[in-house]
């Protein structure tokens, strides 16, 4: 039976010491709602049927689930036929057999804590799930079989770790700033704008000093353009000659567009439409500058080479 430790049962209230076991449910990779869950878990507060009758009331203790044995926290979640299937298909037997011997609630939940991250958080997503089956059953009297239910766990957990990743990639893109130059080194930014439709585009660049003034900006319009690859190479040739124009030995050129700074290092796209433009930019970095670097960036530190680009494409 899976009870509270005394001093992690903190009921609330103004004086009530805080619970170190929140914070670190709070950092896992989970909803919210399943966070919750969990810290009620740690605490046993859930209305299981044998804590209803420990708190007085008549009942029937069944496990709704399986019809068999009292419901406590231990069984419900480790020890009935369904959570067993359910940890099975998870391939989490042995550490759920474990977990059902420690018998304080505070406990299972700090030694599940320990685990790894994916492991952590495939074993909270599997309580919730197993905690919502048993309302589903009890409630509607509906059920999914344990394989459905492990394989919902999966997907589920598969699906948060897909929104993770794309929020801390928007977060990173958000926070991500234009910076400066070191001293001694000037920075060009260049873009292209590519209508696929008309095959025209446009390309425009920055180039700026370490203190952030603008040295040179230029823009225009290029037709019968067959790619975006190809205005990309383009715009990136027009700020490179600009600046061999000024006679600057140490450059940093930042594109948003991948393609163009790999083709640079590589010759996976010399027989494209762009190879020979790709030729030519590595002549001119290979004979013009002492010092030569090209950056990928994203796009929203590039914003004032777009607006340019944009530009270039209505100019004549």
Known sequence: MLRKKDKGSLQGGSKSEADPILEKI???NCPNKVKHFIWRFAHNNHPLRKNLQWRGMKLDTKCPVCDRLDEDGAHLFFKCKMAKQIWRELKLEKESRCLS???IA??????ILKSAKDKLQLMFIGLWF?????????EEGRRHPAEAVARAVKIYTAELDVTVQTHKRTQVQREARWARPPEGYLKLNC???FIPD???????FFIRDCDGDVVLCGWGR?????????AEAIACLQGIQAACTLGIGRLIVETDALKVKQALSSDDTDLSVAGGIIEELRFIISTS???FECVYIPRNCNKAAHVLAAVGVSST
Do not use: M, P
């Open 26 to 28: 709070w950092k896992s």
């Open 130 to 138: 197993i905690w919502t089956e048993r309302n589903l059953i009890r």
């Open 198 to 204: 008309k095959k025209c585009g446009g390309w425009g």
């Open 106 to 111: 505070h406990d299972v939940i700090e030694h």
């Open 222 to 230: 290029v037709n019968h353009l067959l790619s975006a690859f190809q």
């Open 289 to 291: 500058f002492s010092s």
């Open 101 to 103: 011997g420690l018998g």
């Open 191 to 193: 873009d292209a704008s």
